[in-house]
């Protein structure tokens, strides 16, 4: 397993980090998403490591921004 942490902009509250755990969790090899609201840290706990660009499309489809690293 492999954990990654991503910044997150633009999450205020706990439905927006349900929107960016469902998103993120639903790409494939993903097994965990763990989401600090008061942050911004995402962190990603996959089989393989994943593409960022995977995870800034899944961040965006979510609604947020993925901080570039
Ligand atoms: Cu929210």
């Not at 942490?5 to 755990?21: E, K, L």
């Not at 090899?29 to 995402?42: E, F, H, P, S, W």
């Amino acid at each position: 397993m492999v954990d990654t942490t991503y910044q997150v902009r633009g999450m205020t509250c706990g439905h927006c980090v349900s929107a960016v755990s469902a998103e993120v969790g639903a790409i494939a090899g993903v097994r965990d998403v763990q989401v600090d609201l008061a942050t911004g840290r995402v962190t990603v706990t996959s089989e393989q490591p994943v593409a960022v660009e995977s995870v800034r499309a899944a961040v965006d489809e979510a609604g947020y921004d993925l901080v570039e690293a």
